[in-house]
């Protein structure tokens, strides 16, 4: 019954990817209408972000976020529409995504830039609010993944809370605040389709590790993984899915390797690096084939910087609900991120 579970599974994945599919041949002109899932990636001059199945590269302006209907034109050409047309967006509404943009404007007003953006990038996922500039930054010390994927900073935040938990809660209570803990940042972030996906893996994978069940935090790790992928068969190619469940899985079986290597390191630091350095060895390889390059000093720049994800996401994210309806209040509490911050970008500025 295990194995026939899994073969179906197997099968209605595969039938799900084959049947939806899209079905656009190079040189064929098209017109796509519908939501846009994902964050769109600003540069310089144009932005870009993946519509039905395909890349979409547009003009800066007018900006389109997640969760916008939109309509584009132009010619198909190796899985992207070349001199795409911007021909309607629709902005987005609903309580969540407005919620998340009111966020996002609480951190602009009351920290500067390249602050501001970092700490958007790390408790939503948002990428509108990161100059140029700090992304070259971001992409030539290998640390873009931060606040590209934020499926990968659930996996961090999931780890973190499971080991800071642990200090000083029964194994059973503190997994339960850890996961309460996760899914509250799923919320805060506005429920973006990366973070529903890591947070549905992270749960069920580092529940069944802190209690002890390594085998069964594999299954749950690959049954809630092929679940998802029934669900939306197009989320096999999505960033912030294969980091997740990669990093997920390089955690489940690395961290407690690494662990016993740092035995001579205080507790709550042990349980950070340890997380950190074992969801550093699944995904650098991932990093470096998604943005072509790769900094030999990676894996030192992301132990400096990792730390941090964590605290200023719990951080930053308590003091924006509070400074919604406090925003005094809400100030002094975002304040306390900033000296992390800080540190994450001289580090950032440093290596760079």
Known sequence: MRFLIWIVLAILVTVRFITTLPKYSDGQKVRISDRVKTEPVRYSYNQS?????????????????????????????????????LLEVNKGNGLLLEFRERLIKFYEFFLPQP???????????????????????????????????SGMNVTLVAGFLVGATSLFLPRRKGVILAMLGVWLYAFLSGFDAPIIRAAVMGSVAF????LGRLASAWKGLFL?????????PGW???????????????????ESKIKKILTNFPKILREDLSVTLAAQIGVSPIIFATFGQFNLLSPIINVLVLWT?????????????VGLAFPQIGRLLLYLCYPLAFWFVKVIEAFS
Request: overall charge neutral; charged content about 10%; cysteine-free.
């Open 207 to 210: 529940t069944a590790q802190a």
């Open 115 to 149: 602050y501001s953006g970092l700490v958007a990038g790390l408790v939503l996922g948002s990428k509108t609010g990161l100059s140029a500039s700090f992304w070259e930054l971001l992409k030539t010390t290998s640390t873009a993944h931060v606040v590209v994927a």
């Open 49 to 85: 972000f993946r519509l039905s199945g395909v890349g979409v590269y547009l003009p800066k302006y007018p900006e389109v976020s997640y969760g916008d209907e939109v309509i584009v034109e132009g010619i198909v050409k190796s899985g992207k529409i070349l001199d795409a047309k």
């Open 224 to 232: 809630s993984g092929m679940v998802m992928l029934v669900i939306w």
């Open 309 to 321: 994800v964590a605290p200023i996401t719990i951080i930053a994210g308590v003091s924006a609900i």
């Open 236 to 254: 096999i190619t999505d960033l912030g899915f294969i980091l997740s469940f990669v990093a997920t899985a390089s955690i489940l079986i690395f």
